[in-house]
């Protein structure tokens, strides 16, 4: 895969994508607001989620290396979150200072548990930092949609997000369950990435940067800026959406795959 954002720049990322969820949160309706992207939740339940998963990994990171989670959830973690909308915010905020606090001290090589053991990410602290930049980025357009104010993901996280994505959520030794196939994705902004899937296990790679392309012609593909994609890939936009090209079916398999059950 391509070279990911530096150590300083995902923390800036989370920590840019977390204050504009809470200036989001803050401009909305209310807190009971239903979320268009998450429709089982409302808006208090993304910011519970939202500080849970921080609190959650900044445990994991002070950790260190471990064969197990800690006990700890973030279900749990979440539980104490304020109910009033400004007392929220600042648990929020303070969820958002334990993450990166936690990833400041260890630095990015430090290992760690993580849930993606068998993926082509690694399990380091750095890693964890790459997941929350994306995780933040995209909860804040689940906020901004339910304050009725989206905005286009920013381009340099949206780029590794992409990336991540493919590497972390869909890439390891899993057994593609459907006819094997090669899927390609392409960002407007002059990146792509091939995800090859068969019962051999699933690759992601990067395009070279020189615009050559694969040998291999892609059985479907997938372009949009790679904020649309990245939004494509969480399924918080339909891949019809995209300009998609060859076979489709092979999205919706790719949705409604789980590769911890192959």
Known sequence: ???TLEFPVLLRLIDERSAAFRAAVASAPGLDAQVPSCPDWTLL????HLGG????????????????????????LSSTAPQEREALLAWAAE???LLLGALREAGPDRGCWTWWAGSQSPQTSGAVARHQAQ?????????????DAPQPLPAEAAL?????FLSTCCAGPYTWPYEPAVVDYHATEG???RLSLSADGVQATHFPESGTEP???AAASARGTAGELVLALYSRIPVDSLKVDGDARIFDQLLAWDPDDA
């Open 45 to 48: 339940d993304l910011v519970r």
């Open 53 to 76: 998963v921080h609190r959650f990994w900044a445990t994991v990171v002070a950790a260190g290396p471990a064969d197990a989670p800690p006990a700890e959830r973030s279900a749990q």
């Open 191 to 193: 990146r792509s990435w």
């Open 160 to 164: 590794d997000g992409v990336d991540e």
């Open 135 to 147: 995780e933040a980025m995209v909860h804040t357009y689940d906020a901004q949609i339910t304050a």
């Open 1 to 3: 895969m391509a070279k």
């Open 215 to 217: 040998a291999t012609a």
């Open 95 to 97: 969820s958002t200072e």
